[in-house]
């Protein structure tokens, strides 16, 4: 059988998420696995000509270009309406892959809703179907179990972020400049009046190879600063808990888990958390997981390569001294 595939990439402030990279390498496995097709990159919003390079040097056949200061600001409604545009060119059978950033969490669904097709999120695993179309695997139930889920020619799904391997494949994918269609009025209703930058020396949790987390076993606000203090000793992120968040000590860009974000870092370091199925579906990837916590029977410790039972408001602060001391 063949396959074709449409990526929806995700890009903001010029630069090419590490998660479209992913899903890019993966929608060329799946071609492969296939025996055929193609896979086409799609890429939406304006000013894009500098981020091109970084998407044909991950091995799509073709690029399809939807560049207009109309699509500048992203809007999940309007973006539905380039997406479903840059599909008239792709042929049957086909299926349609995004990143499950929240970018395309918000926008494949809509982009389904429209084509009146299946949507499955937050796939692990995506493989051909001999009936046609693609089957994935996906966790549910907190990622208590896992479910196989049959999607048919034309559906949508997202692949889980850190969960796919970027493969680079350098190549010279031709560009297909796809014209904007008419975007109805109701699909802008959202006027953007300005955009928040983090700060130049903020490293992305997504993407950190480091990661320092903190759960309530800090005891308090005042306390987590330690978190941060580490993570910028060791040059990682910082992040946070579910019951962290929710307490108020630490805003919602720092929560990995279920209802967070995934990471999947060299190094993960839990001070604190417990280790609620829903926190560690986000961060069970991690290459080598440390975990700090005073009680010995904490489920952390079940998925932990290293742990210390112990106070983690006397032992991080130890830590984070033989590291300065160590330091020139």
């Not at 000509?49 to 560049?67: N, R, T």
């Not at 060119?89 to 009146?116: C, H, K």
């Not at 983090?198 to 306390?223: C, F, H, M, W, Y």
């Not at 993570?231 to 209802?259: E, F, K, N």
Request: hydrophobic share 45%.
């Amino acid at each position: 059988m063949t396959l074709n595939v449409l990526v929806l990439t995700d890009q903001r402030g010029g630069t090419l998420k590490t998660a479209s990279r992913e899903t890019l390498s993966e929608a060329r496995r799946l071609v492969e696995r296939a025996g055929g097709g193609r896979v086409w990159a799609g890429l939406v919003g304006s000013g894009l000509d500098a981020i091109l390079p970084k998407v044909q040097e991950m091995g799509p056949d073709s690029v399809l270009l939807m560049d207009d200061p109309v699509l500048k600001d992203f809007q999940a409604a309007a973006y539905a309406v380039a997406a479903r545009a840059m599909l008239e060119g792709i042929p049957s059978p086909r299926v349609i892959l995004a990143p499950a950033t929240a970018m395309g969490r918000e926008w494949l669904p809509r982009l389904g809703a429209a084509l009146g097709t299946g949507v499955a999120t937050e796939a692990t695993e995506v493989v051909p179907d001999p009936e046609g179309g693609i089957r994935i695997r996906r966790t549910v139930f907190g990622g208590k179990a896992t479910v196989s889920v049959a999607l048919p020619e034309g559906s949508c799904a997202t692949l889980r972020v850190n969960t796919f391997a970027a493969d680079p494949r350098p190549g010279q994918a031709p560009v297909t400049r796809v014209p904007v269609p008419e975007i109805p009025k109701e699909a802008r209703a959202i006027s953007v009046e300005s955009t928040v930058e983090a700060p130049r020396d903020t490293v992305d949790l997504t993407q950190a190879s480091i990661v320092v987390a903190g759960g309530r076993g800090l005891k308090g606000p005042e306390n987590f600063h330690l978190v941060e203090d580490l993570a910028r000793i060791l040059g990682g992120a910082p992040a946070a808990s579910r019951a962290v968040v929710d307490a108020g000590w630490r805003p919602a860009s720092y929560q990995v888990g279920q209802t967070g974000k995934t990471v999947a870092p060299q190094l993960y370091i839990a001070i604190g958390i417990s280790g609620a199925i829903q926190h560690l579906v986000g961060m069970s990837n991690s290459r080598c997981i440390v975990a700090i916590n005073r009680d010995a029977a904490a489920p952390i410790f079940k998925v932990a390569h290293y742990g210390i039972v112990g106070d983690a408001l006397a032992i991080v602060p130890a830590l984070i001294g033989a590291l300065r001391a160590e330091r020139p």
